[in-house]
T-cell receptor, first 110, second 122 residues
């Protein structure tokens, strides 16, 4: 199972909005509404920020939102803040009864 | 507070074995599927293995199938990963994570343990 494709890096100024894409196939992203997103700060464990494509766990900022179209899922961050600078990963269940993660995207707040 | 505390990492020689543990607290452990995910330092995340709430269904990545065994002790609220025939490419931080209630499919991972470093080298 190949990793889902994410841009290596995305940047934005404070207050701006950015979007991170996560592209897979009809056997993973496109096949199920099971996409989740994780935020990972350096030397920390990942933190769930979106699950089931669009759902936000309790305590996660409303500035994070998810969507999906075809084989591509997206994570949007609005009102970018310094604390949003981190690595972001998507993940989904697959038709092979396994999980696959994205390649990761480094978000830089300029 | 939901918490996962890991133990058991270390440095071992190729071909040897190691067992990781993940002690859960703050939730009803036997209601939830559990997972292991690993990460080579500076690299991305890789799913390793999953187990249903009752141990009735297990899943493994191809890279570890036949060498790693996932298990759980619901009475003790502990998740395990027995790693056998270890290879240098198994070197990584290993994270345990809680899934959703019931089966291990169509899950998300939340929360995560603090990670256990595993280094395989001669």
């Amino acid at each position: 199972q190949s990793a889902l494709t994410q841009p290596a890096s995305v940047s934005g100024s404070p207050g701006q909005s950015i979007t991170i894409s996560c592209t897979g196939t009809s056997s993973d992203v496109g096949g199920y509404n099971s996409v989740s997103w994780y935020q990972q700060h350096p030397d920390k464990a990942p933190k769930l920020i979106i699950y089931d494509v669009i759902k936000r766990p309790s305590g996660v900022s409303y500035r994070f939102s998810g969507s999906k179209s075809g084989n591509t899922a997206s994570l949007a961050i609005s009102g970018l803040q310094a604390e949003d600078e981190a690595e972001y990963y998507c993940s989904t269940f697959t038709s092979s009864s396994s999980y696959v993660f994205g390649t990761g995207t480094k978000v830089t707040v300029l | 507070e939901v918490q996962l505390v890991q133990s058991g990492g270390g440095l071992v020689r190729p071909g040897r074995s190691l067992r990781l543990s993940c002690a859960a607290s703050g939730f009803t452990f036997d209601d939830y599927a559990m997972h292991w995910v690993r990460q080579v330092p500076g690299k991305g995340l890789e799913w390793v293995s999953s187990i249903s709430r009752d141990s009735g269904s297990l899943g493994y990545a191809d890279s570890v199938s036949g060498r790693f065994v996932i298990s759980r002790d619901n009475a003790k609220s502990v998740l395990y990963l027995q790693m056998n025939s270890l290879r240098p490419e198994d070197t990584a931080f290993y994270f345990c994570a809680r899934g959703r209630q019931g089966s291990w499919g169509f899950n998300w991972f939340d929360p995560w343990g603090q990670g256990s470093p595993v280094s395989i080298s001669s």
